[in-house]
């Protein structure tokens, strides 16, 4: 089946800084999603993509589908304590009845403040 | 109000015992999942309803059986439990079927002793 290799795995950087975290597939997607887990709580979506070359902002976050439709990168800028958590990448399955997500390994950010 | 929640928070049980895990969304979607996530944070489908029918099962063993009574909740009730059972369910749901935005619950955190 298709993978996501999300790298880095851990990120430990002080508050302010900016980061950048990428996502890649063996395949081509026709989405790309950015999930954020909280410790303790459920993943809740940052930003989707649907088209190839697409950059989409939320507030200090900044997503791009790649060009090659293989890859997406999310950045965050001046991080601040409460960015603490897992990032993950996802996208769907290449389409006939069996839709599913599939989800990167997580990208798990520790701000020091 | 929370938009898709789930029963127990918690749940600590003995192996060979037979629990469930309920699941409610009030988002009006069609389409509800359950999720599992490992010790690794890997988070892996199990089980896909749309319309209260069962769309995906992805290899999950013939203990765990999900049930829609309606579209609005999916339950998730394993017979004979495991060791291996033990981990962080996530209940998510979507708009409809294909739609990759999908909404995830707080998560039940299941341990087998």
């Known amino acids: 089946g298709q993978q996501l290799n999300q790298s880095p795995q851990s990120m430990f950087i002080q508050e302010g800084e900016d980061v950048s975290m990428n996502c890649t597939s063996s395949?081509?997607?026709?989405?790309w999603l950015w999930y954020k887990q909280d410790p303790g709580e459920g993943p809740v979506l940052l930003i989707a993509?649907?088209?190839?070359?697409e950059l989409t902002s939320n507030g200090r976050l900044t997503a791009q589908f790649g060009i090659t439709r293989k890859d997406s990168f999310l950045n965050i800028s001046a991080s601040i304590p409460s960015d603490v958590g897992i990032y993950f990448c996802?996208?769907?399955?290449?389409?006939?009845?069996?839709?599913?997500?599939?989800f990167g390994k997580g990208t798990l950010l520790t701000v020091n403040p | 109000d929370t938009a898709v929640s789930q029963t127990p928070k918690y749940l600590v049980t003995q192996m060979g015992n037979d629990k469930s895990i309920k699941c409610e969304q009030n988002?009006?979607?069609?389409?509800m999942y359950w999720y599992k996530q490992d010790s690794k944070k890997f988070l892996k489908i199990m089980f896909s309803?749309?319309?209260?029918?069962?769309?995906i099962n992805e290899t999950v063993p013939n203990r765990f059986s999900p049930k829609s009574p309606d579209k609005a909740h999916l339950n998730l009730h394993i017979n004979s439990l495991e060791l291996g059972d033990s981990a962080v369910y996530f209940c998510?749901?979507?708009?409809?079927?294909?739609?990759?935005?999908?909404?995830f619950g707080p998560g039940t955190r299941l341990t087998v002793l």
């Open positions: 395949s081509i997607f026709n989405t």
């Open positions: 993509l649907y088209k190839a070359g």
């Open positions: 998510a749901s979507s708009q409809d079927w294909g739609n990759n935005e999908q909404f």
């Open positions: 309803y749309n319309n209260k029918e069962l769309i």
């Open positions: 988002l009006g979607h069609d389409t």
């Open positions: 996802a996208g769907p399955n290449s389409g006939g009845s069996n839709y599913k997500l599939t």
